[in-house]
């Protein structure tokens, strides 16, 4: 039988024909060791003090009015700013603590009413950063404030890729992963199924396209019952694999990246009392009233510089519907960075839809 038929990949990765039984598998989710989430070293962590005020305890976290919950990746996201602070380069929250803790109830789930001890949570206390976000104050700004700001977030983007990767892996030589040469989580669906939470590390450029071309096949042969195959699918998938193990070695060249360039993940944070009292002179330009401050870093890991530009096409999709404005969005972040070889991300944005990845 031909490999890129629909069957075909649906026996290959699922040992079935039939759609039905392929995607209930695919939501079967596998049970993952604790520590493939995070290194239980580098935890409990308090930044050292003292704190004014002093940092939350559990207890006192229960007890305001909204405690900020997601069922997310936080482990990931503090040892990555714990990374980053190493290397100040660009502008972040603090990280004050990261720790689990078992007893406080800051959800109101009632446990304790119904007589159950409360399951162990990961808490993490960060800097707050006073400011719009840039998806609040796109549409209040000029062209060339939003190009200035664009240019901003490009310059940081390639000071991160400044970053050199610590020699982690078991054989000291470069790796695509979390920090610690750890496992991902899926980027903008670029990795695994939802059986499996978490991929990699790799060792090779070759390891990361044959995931991703496993990842896309899954989806092919799942994300649509009855009649969603079609020839032009089947020609994608095909392109897959060549496509993108035609990259360059700049192409592949490993970089530390953020994934989650959502426009609400990105704070214009004011420089001075009268910007923050919303008294600066209204024809002062963002740029010099602004601080651009990232946030939400639990995507952040060692990959190929094109998986950024493929996941920022996703993120600013959110915020940015309209698509003229999406591509300025881009062209100006990244142009920022340096010459880019857009070739991938575009094959990459072609198979949105019903051919392969996820909205995130």
Not at 139 to 146: A, F, Q
Not at 165 to 178: A, L
Not at 237 to 255: G, M, S, Y
């Amino acid at each position: 039988m031909d490999e890129f038929t629909e069957e075909g990949l649906r026996f290959k990765h699922y040992g079935t024909r039939d759609w039905n039984e392929a995607s209930d598998l695919k939501d079967t989710e596998e049970s993952v060791p604790l520590e493939w989430y995070y290194d239980p070293s580098k935890y409990p962590y308090y930044a050292p003090g003292p704190h004014d005020p002093p940092l939350p305890t559990p207890e006192e976290i229960e007890n305001a009015p909204q405690p900020h919950e997601r069922k997310d990746f936080h482990n990931f996201e503090a040892e990555a700013m714990l990374f980053l602070e190493q290397h100040p380069v660009l502008h972040m929250p603090k990280l004050y603590a990261a720790f689990v803790h078992q007893g406080a109830d800051p959800l109101k789930l009632g446990y304790r009413a119904n007589g159950e001890e409360p399951p162990p949570l990961y808490y993490i206390i960060m800097e707050y950063i006073q400011g719009d976000t840039f998806h609040k104050a796109w549409p209040l700004m000029t062209v060339p404030e939003r190009k200035e700001i664009c240019n901003r977030i490009g310059s940081h983007l390639r000071e991160l890729r400044s970053i050199p990767q610590p020699k982690e892996s078991p054989t000291k030589e470069p790796y695509y992963g979390r920090v610690g040469y750890q496992r991902v989580v899926s980027i903008s669906g670029m990795f695994g199924d939802p059986r499996r939470p978490l991929s990699g590390p790799y060792d090779s450029y070759e390891e990361v396209v044959e995931d991703m071309a496993s990842t896309a096949e899954k989806d092919a042969v799942t994300i649509v019952v009855g009649g969603g195959w079609d020839e032009e699918r089947a020609e994608k998938l095909k392109q897959f694999r060549p496509t993108l193990l035609a990259a360059k070695p700049e192409d592949r060249r490993i970089v530390f990246t953020h994934h989650d360039l959502k426009l609400s993940n990105i704070i214009l944070r004011p420089r001075n009392r009268e910007v923050t009292q919303k008294k600066a002179d209204k024809d002062t330009p963002y740029g010099t009233n602004y601080d651009v401050v990232f946030i939400d870093w639990e995507m952040a890991d060692w990959m190929p510089g094109f998986t950024e530009l493929w996941s920022a096409y996703q993120a600013s999709s959110e915020a940015l519907k309209d698509p003229a404005e999406r591509d300025l969005f881009l062209k100006w972040v990244f142009e920022t960075i340096g010459p880019h070889n857009w070739e991938i991300p575009e094959f990459l944005w072609s198979c949105i839809g019903p051919f392969f990845y996820r909205y995130c």
